[in-house]
């Protein structure tokens, strides 16, 4: 039966001005408050009726994410070999690398190009080289970087193949023992700059390796005193003919030690189930909402300094409250037939979907069996609406199913949204984590605004009118989900948008968000707001602006430009040029 709006309206009320209060302290990762906001969503899981979902027959999924890291001594390397002992100068030579372990390791050094193993390009830089036990060293990147990378391999098996993260979980299956990175030739062309520690300090990584970032010169030393080749020719090599060019340094050890603290950080997902009923009950839908924010201002914060509680209103205490509504709503459904339905509430996403890629690295409930998921992330905005009409709403995962986009359309001629569409599966949120495992998907999102990441991001700025026609809307479609015999067909559909993940070590950044996300149109880059006294503000760019050409290079969507500021330089100037209400303006940014 029809639920009484104002009911849902209250109980909505209720649930996000507890989840953007100051007892919940803006649930960031490092406060105590996001355990309230846990609690708080266990027990309306609970009061509706839903089943514990997580381990031990508890609502949580525990797990650790890296909290902060810091640099402790001592930190060493030292190579002996054909040209006597070498002791390396850290900050000079080398640098300890940002996603090691504390450890020590005394071996072999084997040069293994760029470190990938890739089906698509029919390449393996491990190919008959046998590393188990040495420490490896490899190059940044992928071959034909600087050239034509695309004549190399896609965009999506790039993503897959060239962060460090990758690199380093491919050395460990191949059992390596320590790993020391290297600019490759294009990274370097300026500067040989050594990765900063604090670059990737903070991201998860597979392993515990020591890890170190080595200068260009160093690794042309060993490989013209040992196999009697330049760095540059190896790799003129390796870009012509795609044969990979690894090779043990023969007479060469190293000696690595690095100290590195790391404070691990418990969170936890929160998940409740309600089971289906029928021949279709085995078979599961997921509504899922990321509840965690930034705290005090912790890493992610466009209000740079800044430490008064962000409190998260629209990012994602709005997902998260429109989540307990529809889990309210379908367990008093009496007697629901059709697939279980299961609701998850996500930690970590803040820093890098960990939560959402945890659930689906270690499943508590089949994902071959998961027919949809549905991400609700910051629904609190909607914007434009007329009379209970309109509202600017932004769908994405559209082409993630065979009939998905069929099925928004039909929902939407009783809805009335105007709906943006992206068929994209990868996308800045939780729904991408399921999308890479196959699962079809569903990204809902009422877009960007001069709040987000900031302490301004206050439940009095919610549109709890906008939410409900949201919920109404995602009611049906997951009703549909659930209840039709037939399941989509997964579309491994390409192209995506990640902000700031797109490219190892970090694409140099200018400090604006995207105003939209839809990779479709092709206006150029709409600034939906910019970081106070980032570069962008500084370089004079302002909300509303459309980046339409960078370094002289035009550009379409984000996928054109996070590839055009790959290739640019932290701290080197760079030109822009903006559509500002159809005129078009030179700025000078400096990234960083």
């Not at 299961?342 to 820093?351: L, P, V």
Request: overall charge neutral.
């Amino acid at each position: 039966g029809a639920v009484e709006p104002n009911l849902s309206i209250e109980r909505m009320r209720k649930d996000i001005f507890f989840l953007a209060s100051d007892e919940c302290e803006g649930r960031g990762v490092e406060t105590q408050g996001i355990n309230k906001a846990a609690e708080h969503i266990a027990k309306a899981f609970q009061d509706a009726g839903l089943k514990p979902g997580g381990v031990d027959n508890s609502y949580f999924q525990p797990f650790t994410i890296s909290g902060g890291v810091t640099l402790g001594t001592p930190n060493r390397l030292e190579l002996t070999g054909p040209l006597g002992t070498i002791a390396l100068k850290s900050g000079t030579h080398f640098l300890p690398f940002g996603m090691s372990r504390t450890g020590k390791v005394n071996a072999e050094l084997v040069f293994v190009g760029y470190g990938v193993t890739s089906e698509e390009a029919k390449y393996d830089d491990y190919a008959g080289i046998d590393v188990a036990g040495k420490i490896v060293i490899i190059l940044r990147k992928v071959p034909r970087e600087g050239t034509d990378r695309k004549r190399f391999c896609s965009e999506e098996e790039y993503q897959r193949i060239a962060p460090y993260t990758q690199k380093i979980a491919n050395a460990l299956n191949r059992k390596a023992a320590g790993v020391l990175f290297v600019n490759d030739a294009p990274s370097a062309k300026n500067a040989d700059v050594l990765l900063p520690f604090e670059v990737v300090s903070r991201e998860t990584v597979p392993g515990n390796l020591p890890i170190a970032f080595i200068r260009r010169d160093v690794l042309d030393q060993l490989l013209r005193s040992s196999v009697v080749k330049s760095l540059s020719e190896i790799e003129s090599t390796i870009d012509k003919d795609l044969k990979p060019q690894s090779v043990l340094l023969r007479g060469w050890k190293a000696e690595l030690e690095i100290t590195v603290n790391r404070k691990e950080l418990a969170v936890k997902n929160v998940i409740g189930v309600l089971e289906g009923k029928g021949p279709l009950a085995k078979e599961i839908v997921v509504i899922g909402a990321h509840y965690d924010h930034l705290g005090r201002g912790e890493i992610g914060s466009l209000a740079r300094g800044d430490k008064n509680i962000h409190y998260g209103a629209d990012d994602n205490a709005s997902g998260t409250t429109a989540m307990l509504e529809l889990a309210r709503r379908f367990a008093a459904s009496k007697d629901r037939e059709g697939r279980t339905l299961i609701f998850m509430a996500f930690s970590g996403e803040e820093r890098g979907l960990l939560g959402s890629r945890h659930y689906c690295e270690h499943p508590l409930h089949s994902l071959k069996d998961m027919v949809a998921m549905i991400n609700l992330d910051m629904v609190g905005r909607l914007r434009g609406e007329v009379n209970g009409e309109k509202g600017k709403l932004e769908i994405g995962g559209i082409g993630t199913a065979k009939d998905f986009e069929k099925l928004i359309d039909t929902l939407n001629e009783k809805h009335k949204f105007e709906i943006s569409k992206s068929k994209a599966g990868l996308g800045p949120s939780d729904h991408a984590s399921f999308f890479l495992k196959n699962v079809p998907v569903f990204f809902f999102f009422t877009g960007l605004h001069p709040e987000y990441h900031k302490p301004t991001d206050k439940p009095d700025l919610v549109n709890l009118q906008g939410m409900l026609r949201i919920v109404q809307m995602v009611e049906e479609l997951a009703t549909i989900l659930a209840t039709r015999d037939q399941r989509p067909e997964f579309v491994k559909v390409t192209g995506s948008f990640r902000p700031g993940a797109s490219s190892p070590g970090g694409v140099p950044k200018i400090g604006f968000m995207p105003g939209t996300y839809n990779e479709d149109e092709e206006k150029g880059v709409l600034i939906g707001g910019v970081t106070k006294d980032g570069p962008a503000d500084k370089g004079g760019l302002k909300e509303g602006d459309f980046i339409v050409e960078i370094a002289g290079k035009p550009i379409k969507n984000m996928t054109g430009y996070m590839t055009v500021m790959a290739s640019q330089k932290k701290g080197q100037p760079i030109e822009l040029v903006v559509d500002r209400k159809g005129e078009k303006i030179k700025l000078k940014v400096v990234p960083e």
